[in-house]
């Protein structure tokens, strides 16, 4: 019963090519959040968004921006690809907001993208 | 949100339980321990999360210190499938957080048979 979906298990692009992640999730969650992870870096977030078209910035945000136009699909976008923009891509989502108990993340099974 | 520190690897035997210590001494009242686990290739999984009581679940048990500045993360019956990187994660449930969470390094587990 997969619950966070992303479109891509791995992608390869090319430096320059605008390329997009997609991420779908099915239990109806405000929260959805686009991660990368790399290897003696752990995950870091690059964005985050709590509502339809509504998006806030994580950590890393540079090169990379977001779309959110229905609550189920969560887009991240890299403008202009670039090799060390090569990652695993994950995105994850979660109820709850402010002063409710936040339940655990739900997360996909990550997108490996290479760009050569 | 509270900094935590966790020892960057352990071992286990199957079929043991296995303890995974978590430091937050900065913790504040408001703040949640929260686990996950990412076993190679995927995303990381939810296992569980506490405020002040201890808890469990069918996957772990988290024991928090009465002082709230540690706790430890017990697999009761470790198997092979448990060997992951386990995250311990702090992190307030107020404000306008929107359920954000910060992952440190995290711990490797090993479990040998």
């Known amino acids: 019963d997969v619950k966070v979906t992303q479109s891509s298990r791995y992608l390869v692009k090319r430096t320059g090519e605008k390329v997009f992640l997609e991420c779908v999730q099915d239990m109806d969650h405000e929260n959805m959040f686009w991660y990368r992870q790399d290897p003696g870096l752990g995950l870091r977030l690059i964005y985050f968004?709590?509502?339809?078209?509504?998006?806030e910035k994580g950590d890393i945000p540079e090169g990379y921006s977001v779309s959110r136009e229905k609550k189920e699909r969560f887009s991240l976008i890299l403008e202009s690809a670039s090799t060390n923009q090569t990652s695993m891509y994950l995105c994850?989502?979660?109820?709850?907001?402010?002063?409710?108990?936040?339940?655990?993340?739900?997360f996909g099974s990550g997108t490996r993208l290479t760009v050569v | 949100d509270a900094k935590t520190t966790q020892p960057p690897s352990m071992d286990c035997a199957e079929g043991r339980a296995a303890n995974l210590p978590c430091n937050h001494s900065?913790?504040?009242?408001?703040?949640?321990v929260y686990w996950y686990r990412q076993i190679h290739s995927q995303g990381p999984q939810y296992i569980i999360h506490?405020?002040?009581n201890n808890e469990t679940n069918e996957m772990a048990s988290l024991i928090i210190t009465e002082d709230r500045k540690s706790s430890t993360l017990i697999l009761p019956h470790a198997t092979l499938r448990d060997t992951a990187v386990y995250y311990c994660?702090?992190?307030?449930?107020?404000?306008?957080?929107?359920?954000?969470?910060?992952f440190g390094q995290g711990t490797i587990l090993t479990v040998h048979p």
């Open positions: 994850a989502s979660s109820s709850g907001y402010g002063t409710g108990v936040i339940n655990g993340y739900t």
């Open positions: 994660i702090v992190r307030s449930a107020g404000g306008t957080s929107y359920g954000k969470l910060t």
């Open positions: 506490g405020l002040k």
């Open positions: 968004s709590y509502d339809v078209k509504m998006k």
């Open positions: 900065t913790i504040s009242g408001n703040e949640y």
